[in-house]
């Protein structure tokens, strides 16, 4: 079966190929000749995550779904949220965004943070939404080359090791975007038994 994941994010789309395995061929947006910028212009990950699907189910009718993946941490009321990609300013840098995120944490009693993921799942019988959480907390300073994004500030809970010091397969275990999509996983194959 071929459904396109809407992302051309080769970090994403290895890690949901490992997943899901041989029964699912998935599709880039450029597998799928979609050159388009898409819009996230909403103000929480579920809306967001549910027009970028739509955009290409619209468009492409080919079963497709789509993430959006926001850092809440407590302590600033739940952002950087659906902020996260440009919390430090428009050009998206993971090295301000940490520096804005570490500077107003600065004195910070509660540090407790969690990625969240949604997943949105459309197909000919309709729309799925699929969360996934890891619950952590943000350090005083970064640690670690791996990942990508806010990993390097990040030790998920039961962990020493922050996401950008565990290796990328530890990491694929317990992530947020491994568990909306482990779920979506389990969803598909139960549909396809
Ligand atoms: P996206 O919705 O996956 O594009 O994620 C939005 C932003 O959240 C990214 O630009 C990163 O700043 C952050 N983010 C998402 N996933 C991760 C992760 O696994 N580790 C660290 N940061 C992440």
Redesign the pocket.
């Known amino acids: 079966m071929k459904i396109c994941f809407a992302?051309n994010?080769r970090n994403?789309l290895e890690e949901i190929q490992q997943i899901l395995g041989d029964s699912f061929e998935i599709l880039s947006l450029k597998d799928i000749g979609c050159f388009d910028d898409i819009a996230?212009p909403h103000e929480s990950?579920e809306e967001?995550?549910a027009e970028k699907a739509e955009y290409i189910y619209t468009r492409y009718q080919i079963p497709v779904f789509a993430?959006?993946?926001?850092?809440e941490i407590v302590a600033l009321d739940g952002a950087?949220g659906v902020y996260?990609?440009?919390?430090g300013g428009p050009e998206?840098s993971?090295e301000r965004?940490m520096t804005k995120v570490l500077a107003e944490l600065e004195g910070a009693a509660d540090r407790s943070a969690q990625?969240r993921?949604i997943m949105t799942y459309i197909d000919e019988s309709g729309t799925f939404q699929f969360e996934g959480i890891v619950k952590g907390r943000i350090i005083s300073e970064r640690r670690g080359e791996g990942?990508?994004?806010?990993?390097p500030i990040?030790i998920p809970d039961g962990y020493d090791q922050t996401?950008g010091e565990l290796p990328t397969s530890e990491?694929n275990q317990i992530?947020?975007?491994v568990r909306s999509l482990s779920k979506l996983v389990e969803f598909l194959k139960s549909r396809h038994n």
């Open positions: 992302t994010n994403k996230e990950l967001n995550s993430d959006d993946t926001g850092l950087p996260s990609a440009r919390y998206r993971a965004n990625f993921t990942g990508f994004g806010y990993d990040f996401f990491k992530s947020h975007r």
